[in-house]
C-alpha cells in the first residue's frame, strides 16, 4: 500500500470562468448562455447570478497571493469563450485576451503552472442563438476559438483541456434542462453530444496544428451508477444514465465509437469521417469525480433514468452527495483499464460542500472538508499501489463561488468568500491542504 505521493506529484487547485470571474459587461466581454439563464426567474437558487461571482476579474492579485500561500504547483483555470470571442467567432476582443495574458504571466511568476481550460459550459449566448451545441457548425467554431487562444498563450501554457465535463453541460443543459440554456428533451441531448465531441476533436487538431509542444486532453466527469434495485427497470435505466453520463464523451473520444445503448440513436447524427476527427489520442487522461448514485426507472426523465438519495445514515456533503472514498478507486482501476492504458492520469477536480460557519475567533473549522480530502486521497494513494499512474490531484476549489443552478449557497472553497463584501478568509481546510503541496504525508485516519 502506497504511503506517499509519488516523486514529481503535482497539488492543484481549479476554477472556472463563470463561477469566479464576475465582470460579465466589462472590457468588451460578451453575454454567455449562463448570463441569459441566470436572469431568468427560478432558475437558479435565490435568484442569484454570476455577475459579480467573486469578482476575480478585478481581485486575481490577491487570489493569486492565496495560491502562492496555499502553496500549489498548477492552477487550472478556463478562458470565457465569451471574453475572448464576444459573437462566439470573428474578431477577438483585445481586452480579454489581455486579462488572459496578465494573469498567466502572473501565475508564472510565481512557480505555479497554469493548466488552461477552453470550455467550462460558457457558451457565447451569440452562438446559442444560432442553434448553440445542436449546430455542427458550432464545433468549427470551437476550433477557431482554439487556435486563436493557444496563439496568444501557448508559447507559456503548456496543457490545455478542450471542454470541462462535457457531459454535464450536454445533459443537465439540454436533457434535464435544470443549466444553461435550459433545454428538456431527449434529441437535443443527444445532438449537443455529438456535436461537443466533434468540438473537441476539431479542437485538439486545432490546438496541435498551432503547436505541437503542448499536451491537450478533455475532463470527463465519472459518477457510479448502480441501479437502486434488482428490477430490470431500474437495470436498465443505471445501464442508460452510465452510457449517457460516463461513456459518451471517453468512448467515443478514445475508442472511436458510442457506447450501448446509445450507438443506435446516436446513427443519424454521424457522418462519414465523423469518429476520424472525434477520436484523438490525448497526451494525458484526465477527469473529476465527487461522488456515486443509485439509478432508478423514471419515465418523465427524458432517458427514463433518475437517481434516489443515498440510504439513511450514509454520511453526505452539503449537496446530498454520498460520502463514498472507495468509489474513486474504483473509477481509477477502471480509467486504466477502458481508457488510458500508461498515460499520466490526473483528477482534475475532487472536493466537498459543507455549510462552512465562521467561529467567534474568525477561524473556520471546516472538519468534515478536510476528513473528506484525506480520505479520497487515501484512496488515490491505493489506486497508485494498484498501479494507476496517477500523476497529479486539483481540489475543487481554491474559493467559494457561483455553484451554477445552487447559487452561492453551495461553498466548495478552501477559501470562504463573504459574497456581500468579497472578503477572502482561509478555512483549515486551506492549511491542511497546503502542507500536502508543500510534501508533507497523507496521515490516515
Known amino acids: 500500500m502506497a504511503e506517499s505521493f509519488p516523486d514529481g506529484f503535482v497539488w492543484g487547485a481549479s476554477t472556472a470562468a463563470y463561477q469566479i470571474e464576475g465582470a460579465v459587461k466589462e472590457d468588451g466581454r460578451g453575454p454567455s448562455i449562463w448570463d441569459t439563464f441566470s436572469h431568468l426567474p427560478d432558475k437558479v437558487s435565490g435568484g442569484e447570478t454570476g455577475d459579480i461571482a467573486c469578482d476575480h476579474y478585478h481581485r486575481w492579485p490577491e487570489d493569486l497571493a492565496l495560491m502562492r500561500e496555499l ?75 482554439s487556435a486563436m487562444t493557444v496563439r496568444r498563450l501557448g508559447d507559456r501554457v503548456k496543457y490545455w483541456a478542450t471542454f470541462n465535463e462535457p457531459n454535464a453541460a450536454a445533459v443537465l443543459g439540454y436533457a434535464e434542462g435544470v443549466h444553461a440554456p435550459g433545454i428538456r428533451g431527449r434529441t437535443t441531448a443527444l445532438a449537443a453530444i455529438h ?41 436498465r435505466a443505471a445501464v442508460m444514465l452510465d452510457a449517457l453520463w460516463n461513456r459518451s464523451f471517453p468512448d467515443p473520444q478514445t475508442r472511436g465509437s458510442y457506447p450501448e445503448p446509445l450507438a443506435a440513436e446516436m446513427e443519424a447524427l454521424v457522418q462519414p469521417g465523423d469518429f476520424d476527427i472525434i477520436k484523438q489520442r490525448p497526451d494525458y487522461f484526465a477527469f473529476n469525480h465527487y461522488t456515486r448514485s443509485s439509478t432508478r426507472h423514471d419515465p418523465d426523465h427524458p432517458f427514463e433514468a ?47 460542500a459543507f455549510p462552512d460557519r465562521i467561529d467567534e475567533d474568525g477561524r473556520i473549522r471546516d472538519e468534515p472538508r478536510i476528513a473528506y480530502l484525506r480520505d479520497y486521497l487515501a484512496a488515490v494513494l491505493d489506486a497508485i499501489a494498484a ?39 482561509l478555512k483549515d481546510s486551506f492549511h491542511f491542504y497546503g502542507e500536502l503541496a508543500r510534501g508533507a504525508p497523507l496521515e490516515r485516519e
Open 306 to 352: 433518475g437517481t434516489v438519495p443515498p440510504a439513511p445514515g450514509r454520511p453526505v456533503t452539503d449537496m446530498g452527495w454520498e460520502i463514498a472514498p472507495e468509489a474513486l478507486r474504483a473509477v481509477l482501476v477502471e480509467v486504466k483499464e477502458r481508457y488510458s492504458g500508461n498515460l499520466p492520469v490526473y483528477i482534475l477536480e475532487n472536493g466537498a
Open 195 to 235: 456535436v461537443m465531441n466533434l468540438a473537441h476533436g476539431l479542437g485538439v487538431e486545432a490546438v496541435r496544428s498551432e503547436r505541437a509542444d503542448l499536451r491537450i486532453g478533455n475532463i470527463y466527469n465519472f459518477h457510479p451508477r448502480e441501479p437502486a434495485s434488482e428490477h430490470e427497470q431500474d437495470e
Open 387 to 425: 498501479g494507476v499512474p496517477v500523476r497529479g490531484y486539483f481540489v475543487w476549489s481554491l474559493l467559494d463561488n457561483f455553484e451554477w443552478r445552487f447559487g452561492y449557497g453551495k461553498r466548495f472553497g478552501l477559501v470562504h468568500v463573504d459574497f456581500a463584501t468579497l472578503e477572502r478568509r
Open 71 to 145: 502553496g500549489i504547483g498548477a492552477y487550472r483555470l478556463s478562458t470565457a469563450w465569451p471574453r475572448i470571442l464576444p459573437e462566439g467567432r470573428g474578431r477577438p476582443n483585445p481586452k480579454g485576451l489581455e486579462f488572459y495574458d496578465r494573469l498567466i504571466d502572473a501565475v508564472m511568476a510565481e512557480g505555479i503552472e497554469p493548466w488552461i481550460c477552453l470550455y467550462h459550459w460558457d457558451l457565447p449566448q451569440a452562438l446559442e442563438d444560432r442553434g448553440g451545441w445542436q449546430n455542427r457548425d458550432v464545433a468549427s467554431w470551437f476550433a477557431e476559438y
